[in-house]
């Protein structure tokens, strides 16, 4: 089976709600274990590989992924209009069956009834981006979101005519929603220029919608947003996007997370990472200090005595929860020795005491360094 009859998510090993660290550590994995360096001579890791590759670079964009997950395959093998199958202009296109494709072309003569008329269009999903803290990412949030976008005509129930009335079936095409013109040799079908290949027309469009069965109008939903997601994440409201077309089903809306930088910590997918300074003499003797917990309690650190600048602590589960999982990652913490800038008498005192107790072997790191100096340049 070649590359582009499989699916995407199977070939990467993860399931279709997988988050955007996920598809990427997946990735990595298949990568390095299939990659033909690895194994040279073998055309089926080598193919194995491609696919990989294929597949990641679809789903790592959050916009090839929703045509992906929307159309299959037929997204890029066919083409969209207006490059996806998100809100605005570009979401209104879809996809021909390739046995209508051949029954344009070549008419009846492939044992082809004529054309099937075209029937009235899925709604096109549409994208919400939605900013959010770090701490609501970390307890989950329920909130409300209102967006104008295109509902069913409450005045003719989404058929586009005025109430009491129906469509009636088109003239030119009788229905069919294609006509007919001999080219030659062949028989060339179009869509009906009449009906725009429905099949039927409406003679008395609804005031409200002027035919078009939807109306544009704000809309207030609801959204769970489920704890420990990241940027990236997507949530999607299924039957939330645009209406479609004279009662046709209604697309789906997909809110994408943007987690805001905190003032403190820094995240890397579920390890939280910060940078505290303590005093040097904290650093020489050592003590214990407290961190603020995101769930609003403190995490107690022990500070190892003679500990440098630049050292990593872990406090293990005191890290972002894991998405749809239990438990919690990490949180590493950096020690930055301060040096003190102002000092009383008394306390240069001590220090003139302590530094004239000095013998090197306090500071290893230093005296090696210009012990090797002196090896160096002599003297």
């Not at 904290?282 to 603020?292: N, Y």
Request: one cysteine or more; charged letters at 25%; glycine letters at 14%.
């Amino acid at each position: 089976m070649s590359s582009a009859q499989l699916d995407y998510y199977q070939t990467l090993e993860v399931s279709r709600d997988a988050d955007g660290a996920t598809l990427k550590s997946a990735y990595r994995k298949l990568a390095m274990k299939y990659h033909p360096d690895r194994n040279p001579g073998d055309n089926e890791c080598e193919a194995r590989f491609k696919a990989i590759n294929e597949a990641y670079d679809c789903l790592k964009d959050p916009q090839k992924r929703a045509a992906y997950d929307r159309y299959g395959h037929q997204a890029f093998t066919q083409g969209m209009n207006g490059g996806g199958g998100f809100g605005g202009g570009g979401g209104r296109g879809d996809f021909a069956d390739i046995g209508d494709i051949f029954e344009t072309i070549f008419g009846s003569a492939f044992g082809g009834g004529g054309a099937q008329r075209q029937q009235n269009r899925r709604g096109a999903d549409l994208r919400y981006d939605m900013q959010i803290s770090l701490e609501e990412a970390f307890h989950g949030k329920n909130t409300e979101i209102e967006i104008e976008v295109s509902q069913s005509c409450d005045t003719c129930d989404g058929s586009g005519a005025t109430p009491g009335t129906s469509e009636r079936q088109c003239n030119l095409c009788h229905g069919m929603g294609s006509v007919r013109a001999k080219q030659g040799l062949f028989v060339i079908e179009r869509p009906c220029p009449t009906c725009s290949g429905r099949g039927s027309v409406i003679e008395d469009p609804c005031k409200v919608c002027r035919g078009e069965g939807r109306v544009d109008r704000p809309q207030a939903l609801k959204v769970e947003i489920p704890a420990g997601v990241d940027t990236g994440t997507r949530i999607r409201l299924s039957g939330k996007g645009e209406a479609g077309q004279r009662g046709a089903p209604p697309g789906d809306l997909y809110i994408f997370l943007h987690v805001q930088p905190h003032r403190v910590f820094e995240r890397e997918g579920t390890t939280l990472a910060t940078r505290i300074p303590v005093s040097f003499t904290t650093a020489a003797l050592g003590g214990c200090v407290e961190i603020p917990d995101l769930d609003g309690s403190t995490n107690k650190l022990d500070i190892p005595a003679g500990i440098q600048s630049g050292k990593q602590l872990r406090i293990r589960g005191a890290g972002m929860p894991v998405l749809q999982g239990r438990g919690r990652g990490d949180l590493v913490v950096e020690i930055a020795v301060e040096t003190p800038t102002k000092l009383s008498r008394r306390q240069k005192e001590l220090l003139e005491e302590f530094r004239a107790t000095e013998t090197g072997e306090e500071c290893p790191e230093s005296r090696g360094f210009f012990d090797k100096l002196k090896d160096v340049f002599g003297g």
